[in-house]
C-alpha cells in the first residue's frame, strides 16, 4: 500500500500533505514533499511525525521536511514547537547528538580559471590544515577557564581570541553568541571529551567543501548574498564535537528516567523530554545552549584556518562569511500563532531556520532578501543556496529542509562501493577528495544519498525557502 | 567463550544498528560491544595492549546496555583509543566490564567513522530461543 493511503494524508497545498489527528495525537502531521518524495520515505517517518504529535504542549502541527528520513525519536528533518504556557516539553531527542550542527559558506570572490592551476596544491594544504576524522587532535586545547568562556561566548569568544573577524558574528545566527547558555550545565565528561577537539571537523557526513556556483536562479539576492555564476565558496559542515554528543548521551537519559515523573507516557524512549519549566528542561537548554557556543565556536576556528591557507596561495582574498546555519538546535522564538503572537520553543531536527524578509534578527545587508539557507548535499551532487521566505513562517515556524538525507545504509553503502573507486570515479569527474578514510569514504558515496535537487524542488514549490543559486564541490575534505 | 557468542550489524537509515548474541546477557553485552568496534574498524586489527576497567548502573538491562557503550564510547574519545576485546559481568543493576585495546593508528586501523553515541531506538535485550540478544542504533 502506498505511504499517502495507508496513512491517511490529504494534500492540503503545494507539496504539502496533512494527517488528522487520532489515536494520542495533539496536532495533525503536516509533511512538505512532492507525491514522489513522500512514497519514498520510510514508514517509520510517518510513526515517528505521528508520536511528535502527542507530546505535551505541542502547537500546531508535528512538522517534516521533504528531506525527512527515520531518525531517533523525531524524524530526521522534524520541526516541532513547544508552549511553556500550555505545558510544553524540550526534548534531548528532538535536538539530537550532534548539538548545533550546521553549514557555514565563505565567499572567496575567485573565479574557477583562477582556482584551476591551485587546486591540487589548495586540497593538500586543506587537508593538511583541518583536522579531520576518527584520532585527529584540535591544534588549541582550552583550560577549564577558558573552556567556561567558549561555551558562554561560541563565535565571539572565538573572534575575540583572534579566529575570524567581527563581522562574521553578525552573519552567524544569534550573532554568534547564543544567550542563555549555562556552562555549570555541563558535565566534566562532556568537557574532557571537547578537550582535543576545538576547531576540528568530525566525521560522518562531515566535510568542508570548495565549491563553484554552478547556476543562479535568482540574480537580484544572488547578488545580495555576493555570488555570481562561476565563483569559488567554501562551504563548512560540522556540529559541536565532542562536547554535544556528551551533553545529548547525559540529559537523554536523564529525561528517559524521569518522564514518568512529570506523567509523561513515552511512545519511545528516544522521544525523552521534559517540560520546558521543570529543573530538567530548564538544565538541558542550559546545557544545549552551550553546545550551540561550541559548533559556533568550531565552525568560526575552521574558518580562521581555512583563510590562512587561502591566504598563502590567493594573497588578497580575505573570504567574507555570507552565513552560517545550525539544522539541529531548539531555540526561544515569537511566532505568529492563530491571531497571536507567542512565545514558543521550536525543535529543528535536521531543519533550518528560515526566515523571511524583514525579519529583526537578519543583519541590515540581507534583511530586505530574507535569510541565507545553506542545504549540503552529497560529495558529488552539490549543494543548493536558498532564500527565507515570507509565508515560510505560517507554513513551518520558518523552517526548510537541510540536506539530501540518506537513500541507502552505510552497509549497503560498503557493499556496493570502494572508497579508492569512489575518489578516482569523483577525481575522473574533477572532483578531488581528501580523506584519511577509504572506508568512510565509500559510506558516504555519493549513491548512497537522494537527489538533492529533489528536495530542494520541493522545498521551493512548497515555499519553505527560494531557489537562489546550486554549488558542484571541486574539493572535499572528508573525515 | 560460548558457541553461541557472535556480533553483527543491522541496519538503521543515517546510522548503523549494533547487535551481540551469546549464551548470557554479560556474553551478548561483550558481543553488542565487538560489534561497536566494528563500527570504526576491523575488531581483529586491534591488539589488546592496555586495558581499561568500567562500572555502569542502571534500573533494567536496556539501559545498562546503551550505559556500557557510551561509556565504551567516552573512553575510545577521550583516550583515543580502540578497543578489540571485553569482558563483562553483571550483578543486580550494576556491570563492572574490561575493555582491551590500544591507541588509534590511522594506518593500521583505518577508522571509517567516529561513534556519537548509543540511542535507545531498536533497543532490545532479551532471551529468544535460548539466545540472548543485545542491540541498539549507534549515532555515527
Known sequence: MSNVEREGLVESGADRWEMAPRGGMRVPVVIFASRALLEGMDERVFEQARNVATLPGIVKASHAMPDAHWGYGFPIGGVAAFDPEQGGVVSAGGVGFDISCGVRTLLTGLPREELEPYKERLADALADNIPAGLGSKGLIRLNDREMTAMLRGGARWAVERGYGEEADLERTEERGCMAGAEPEQV????????????????????YLEVQEVAEVYDEAVARTYGVARGDIVVSI??????????IGTEFLRRMVVEAPRHGIRLPDRELACAPLDSTLGRAYLGAMRTGINCALANRQIITQLVREVFARLFPGHPLPLLYDVSHNTCKEEWHQVEGGRRRLFVHRKGATRAFGPGHPELPEALRGVGQPVLIGGSMGTGSYILCGTAQSEALAFSSACHGAGRAM??????RRWHGRQVVDELAARGILVRSPSLRGVAEEAPGAYKEVSEVVESA???GLARKVARLVPLICVKG | MSSLARWEHFQHQADIGVRGMGATPEEAFEMTALALTGVVTDPALVEPREA??????APDLELLLVDWLNALIYEMSTRSLLFGRYAVTIEGERLEGTAW????????HKPAVEVKGATY??????????????QCVVDV
Open chain 1, 187 to 206: 558535565s566534566a565528561r562532556a568537557r574532557e571529551r571537547q578537550r582535543q577537539e576545538m576547531g576540528t571537523l568530525g566525521s560522518g557526513n562531515h
Open chain 1, 237 to 246: 559542515h560540522c556540529g559541536s564535537r565532542g562536547l554535544g554528543h556528551q
Open chain 1, 409 to 414: 545504509s552505510r552497509r549497503a553503502a560498503t
Open chain 1, 460 to 462: 521551493h514549490r512548497a
Open chain 2, 52 to 57: 581499561v576497567k568500567l562500572a555502569c548502573d
Open chain 2, 101 to 108: 585495546g590500544e591507541p588509534v593508528d590511522r594506518q593500521k
Open chain 2, 121 to 134: 531506538t531498536e533497543l532490545k535485550v532479551a532471551r529468544e530461543n535460548g539466545l540472548w540478544i543485545a
